[in-house]
């Protein structure tokens, strides 16, 4: 993946700044794809290599597909796994290491994800080792938030964001190496949305946030909207004030709406 070629000397890091940052637009697959799928995966790969899209474009397929994918797309496409276990190597039956990802061609890990929260009970800590694991990989670890609708309704959001970054979020991360990705739970697989100027106040919390978190680094990382992302409604969640990408699921599914979504977050 081309590296985030931000200048953050170019940010003032001020919570509205649009700097110059390089968007990112990564497909998570999910339990979905097997080998047909890879299909998908080339037909984006070759579509932009085409278009050369304004936006660094990944895609996370199971790691079953990982090796095969990093092989057929040859680096024009770039890869990331969905989870890390936080050590490196040992008797973890059914994990993968952020070093095993890395070595099958990932070059970015998702953590954190809501549902590996709410499915697997992981917990902040678990997801900053995991980050953290991902970093020792040298891989970009992508750390989810997001509150659910039961603290959406409660007005608990801002609260929540801020407990997930403060304590997700490893004490060394940069721009370069971490991307945060706002993915409320019940706009995931809901076809809902948050309004655009939701989705800004949040992402513009969440910069704030992470620069407590790690300082100045934060004001060139990259922040990514999750959930229900599809062709008809990326333009405009791309211009929300710090929104640096999408976070893409079930869209992602599916090379044309894929690339639609890429076309509108990188032109
Ligand atoms: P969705 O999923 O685009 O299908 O809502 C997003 C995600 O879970 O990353």
């Known amino acids: 993946m081309t590296p985030n070629d931000a200048d953050p000397a170019a940010s003032t890091g001020t919570p509205d700044a649009k700097p110059a940052i390089r968007p990112l637009v990564a497909g998570n697959w999910k339990m979905n794809g097997l080998q047909e799928a890879l299909a998908q995966a080339l037909a984006v790969k070759e579509a932009i290599a085409a278009s050369k899209p304004a936006t660094d474009v990944m895609i996370c397929p199971p790691a079953t597909l990982l090796m095969v994918l990093a092989e057929l797309s040859k680096g024009g496409l770039a890869l990331g796994g969905q989870d890390c276990h936080a050590a490196q190597s040992g008797a973890h039956t059914g994990d993968l290491s952020a070093e ?120 060139a990382m990259r922040l990514l909207y999750g959930g229900s992302v599809k062709p008809s409604n990326a333009a405009e969640l791309m211009a929300a004030d710090n929104v640096n990408g999408a976070l893409v699921g079930g869209a992602s599914l599916k090379a044309p709406d894929f690339l639609g979504i890429i076309e509108a977050y990188g032109s």
């Open 100 to 219: 095993m990802l890395r070595d099958s061609g990932a070059t970015a890990v998702i953590v954190g994800h809501s549902e590996r929260r709410a499915d697997h009970g992981e917990t902040d800590a678990i997801v900053r080792a995991k980050a953290e694991a991902a970093h020792r990989a040298g891989l970009i670890a992508i750390v989810c938030v997001g509150e659910t609708e039961g603290q959406r309704r409660a007005g608990q959001t801002l609260k929540v964001i801020a407990r997930q970054v403060a304590n997700s979020l490893p004490r060394e991360a940069t721009a370069a190496n971490t991307v945060l990705a706002y993915e409320p739970v019940w706009a995931i697989g809901s076809g809902l949305t948050p309004t655009v100027s939701d989705v800004a106040e949040v992402h513009t919390a969440i910069r704030g946030y992470a620069s407590e978190r790690i300082g100045p680094a934060a004001a």
